[in-house]
Each structure stands twice: as C-alpha cells, then as structure tokens.
C-alpha cells in the first residue's frame, strides 16, 4: 500500500515537471535550399525567418543590404532579417566558390496585425489584404459603404497614403424616395361699407361718404338718379343703393357688405430613386423667363417653379439610411411683381425645408407646422362724423381677411433593387385606343379596359367604389 502511494507521487510530480517545461520555439517559416535552385523567400519588415541548407556554405551574400541582412548560425543555417519594403537576392557559395542557390528574398509590410485588427472590426465581411511592393492592396466584397470606408480607414494606419482599394459592395445600395407634398389654402374676406352722398344744397353740391371694402367700391355721385334707383355702372356684387328727395336735395345711401371663402389645395406625391451617396433630383412645374441687364443689353434667364426635391442618400450599417433631404414649393405671385425696362415680372411664393434624418427601410418621417397666418382688419370713418351714436354707421367701414397656409411634407425611404420589366404598370396599360372603323361608323372613342395579369392587374381588383377625398367644414 505504501509502494502505491510513493509511486502516485512519482507520477503526478513528472506530470507537473513535463506541465512547467517550456516548450520549444520554432522559426516562423523554415526554408531548405537544394543545390542548383532558386528559391522564394517571404519575410515581413521587421520580422526574421531562419533559412537551412542541404549541403554546407561557405561564403553568402546579398544584392542589397538596405532590403534585407542576415547573420550565419551554422555552415547550413542562415537568419534573415527584413529591413524595408522590396525584393533582393540572397546567393549561397560552396568552399570552392560554386554556385549552390540564388534566393529571391521578398521583404513586405508586417500585416498580420493588420488582418487580426480587421478580423476583430469586421468580423463578417470577405476582405482580402495583400502586399504590393510598401504598399497594402484589399479586395473582397463588403455590405456597406460605411463598413467599407472602415476598412480603408484601418488600412491607413499601417500604409498611409499607399493603400489600394479593390473592394466592391454588395447588397440594396438603391434608395427609392416616395414623398407627398400636401398644401393647403384658406382665405375668408368680409366687408362692410357705406356711402352717404347729398346734392342740391349749393350750386357745387356737396357729397360725403366712404367706401374701404377693399373690392374696388367708390363714393357715389347721386347727382341725376331718381329716388330709389340703382346707380349704373356699379359692379360691386353685394350692394345696394337707396336714395329720395328732401326738398330740393337729393340724398343716395350705399350700402355694400360682402363676404368671400375660398380654398386651394396643391397636391404632388414624387417618387424618386438614387443609388447610395448620389444626389437625385426632381423638379415638377417650369421656368420663369425674367430679364437680366448685362453689357450686351437685356438677356433672358429662366428661374425654376414649382414642386421640387434634391437628396442624398447613404446607406448605413444595419439597413438605416441616412438622408440629405432639400424641398421646396414654389408659384408665381403676380401681386407682388414689378415692372422693370418695359417687363412685368411676376413674384414667387416659396415655400422650402432642408434636414438631414436617419431612418429604416419603410419607415416614413413628416415635415410639418409650416403654417402662415395672416390676420388683416381695418377699420375707416369720417372723422367726428363716424363716431355718431347709430348714424354714425352711414360714416364708417369695416374690413377684415383672414388668409392661412399649411404645408405638410411626409417622406418614406425604401431599400429597392432591379425588376423585370413585366413586373411594371403604365397609366397607357388601361387604355384602349380604338380602331378606325370603331372611330368613323361606331364613334368610339378611348375606353378603359380592365387588365387581367401584372401589376396594372392587382390594381384593377380593388375597390374604389364610396366615399373617398378630402372633407372641410
């Protein structure tokens, strides 16, 4: 029982020593140059390998010392050194100073680290590193342009300025913009005025009164209309005119009241697609001529109009899209326009927004708030006359407008890719254009026709039948 544990003792005390001894290092690459042969040699800058020979040298050199050195650890085994990027030879002597081999010693950047860093920061990506003269060479695909800018931007650290790029992306880098531009108008007016005219007491006459409603009303001259007569000429809608005799004056009352609603609605729903890092642009609408003064005279440049959009989209890392988004909504306004050298310009009304979002594939962001009030109320009088309790009504006018403009733009960003053309519907594909006989005898003319397959198809299945629009109260 003894002898049992003394032996288990022994054991487990050779286990530990055999566990502590170190274990022996090996030369990175180990080459064995044959007689008569050339041979390649790899050697990373600032690494060293160890070189065997079959048979013993006696003398050694190297074309460049400056590219690679080396230092004798026996007649058969030589440590090459790699000092700076480029290719030499190393030629092996025997002692009767025969040839044995000349080696093509190839010294590269050190991108081991490299590699295991990019391993580290993008471990799911097909990069390849190579070497390329003191410079590093990746290719591969990657799925990103962000994951790929990384990569160059490592590489950058261990070759600056002498990296190649090779690499391509993979995956949905094309982005389909679907944006709605939804404006609306309200205008509300209303006016009240009266005018007071009297004739007949001096030889002049003699007339009082105001009209500022704002539609183009004028005092009234009284002066031949008989009692209770309309006055002619007068288009202003909403008014009235009464007048009799009192003694030899005559006296002609105005009363206008008119009051005006009115509502615009602008609509436009652009699709737009670029691919990733692109700018794309639409522009809906047209160019407004205007005259410029130069030396040559008068020349004519063109300003855009209407509904447009310019963006920029960049694929990001885990299918987010990162957008550069410009929008503008713009119409000609003759009411502020000038005249310059004989020209009427008109004057634009503009409505623009810019933003830069990040958002998912399908997922849609809304450019609100972009409300104009304007609140407009005048009131004129005849002066003393107009703040006469009850009669003073025949002396004043009152006018109010009140117009508002809202404009909503809602934005969706898709990841798409190439389809086959079948897969594509035109607004033609649901005309029928008639034939020359159904046009002379029958009187036919273009008719929709119901498609049965593709997309135009499932579009012709839904129902569009009841209620359906915009409702205002």
């Not at 009767?96 to 680290?113: H, K, R, W």
């Not at 404006?183 to 005025?193: D, F, G, P, T, Y």
């Not at 040559?296 to 300003?303: L, R």
């Not at 025949?394 to 798409?416: G, K, N, P």
């Amino acid at each position: 029982m003894k002898y049992c544990k003394v032996i288990a003792a022994a054991l487990l005390g050779l286990a530990g020593v055999m566990a502590a001894a170190p274990v022996p290092v090996h030369s990175e690459t180990l080459h064995v140059v044959q007689r008569g042969t050339g041979r390649d040699l790899s050697v990373a800058m600032n690494r060293a390998v160890v070189v065997e020979s079959d048979v013993p040298f006696a003398e050694l050199s190297i074309a460049n010392p400056a590219i690679a050195d080396f230092s004798t650890l026996s007649d058969r085994t030589i440590y090459v050194l790699g000092k700076t990027p480029g290719r030499t030879t190393l030629t092996l002597l025997d002692e009767n100073g025969q040839l044995i081999a000349n080696v093509d010693v190839n010294v590269s950047s050190d991108i081991s680290e490299f590699k295991e860093r990019l391993r580290q920061i993008l471990p799911n990506e097909q990069i390849e590193v190579r070497t390329a003269n003191d410079g590093i060479v990746i290719s591969g695909t990657v799925s990103s342009t962000p994951r790929m800018q990384r990569a160059l931007d490592l590489a950058e650290r261990y070759a600056p300025e002498r990296v190649s790029n090779l690499m391509s992306v993979s995956g949905k880098q094309q982005v389909m913009l679907k944006v709605r531009f939804a404006e609306m108008q309200r205008n509300v007016a209303k006016s009240l005025s009266t005018s007071l005219a009297i004739d007949g007491l001096s030889a002049g006459g003699l007339g009082a009164g105001v009209a500022t409603n704002g539609i183009g009303a004028s005092n009234i001259t009284p002066s031949g209309v008989a009692p209770g007569a309309s006055p002619s000429g007068q288009s202003n809608n909403g008014a009235a005119f009464f007048g009799f005799n009192a003694g030899s004056a005559q006296i002609g009352i105005l009363l206008q009241a008119l009051e005006t609603k009115g509502v615009v609605r602008t609509l436009a729903e652009p699709n737009l697609t670029a691919l990733s890092g692109q700018e794309a642009k639409f522009l809906a609408g047209g160019e407004y001529p205007i005259p410029v003064s130069d030396e040559d005279g008068v020349s004519i440049e063109f300003k855009p109009f209407g509904v447009e959009l310019n963006f920029v989209p960049r694929v990001l890392d885990d299918d987010v899209i990162n957008l550069e988004l410009a929008a503008a909504v713009s119409s000609l306004d003759p009411t502020n326009g000038i005249q310059a050298n004989g020209f009427n310009i008109s004057g634009f009304k503009r409505r623009n927004t810019s933003t830069t979002v990040a958002l998912r594939d399908g997922e849609s962001f809304a450019i609100a708030g972009l409300l104009q009030d304007d609140f407009r109320d005048t009131a004129g009088q005849v002066p003393w006359l107009g703040d006469v309790p009850i009669l003073g009504a025949l002396f004043r006018s009152a006018d109010y407008q009140r117009s508002q403009t809202e404009l909503v733009i809602i934005v969706t960003a898709h990841l798409v890719s190439p389809t086959r053309g079948e897969a594509l519907a035109l607004p033609t594909d649901r005309v029928r254009l008639p034939t020359e006989a159904d046009l002379f005898l029958n009187g036919a003319v273009a008719r929709d026709v119901m498609p049965r397959t593709g997309a135009a198809g499932e579009v012709a299945k839904q129902d569009f039948s009841g209620s359906y629009g915009y409702v205002m109260d």
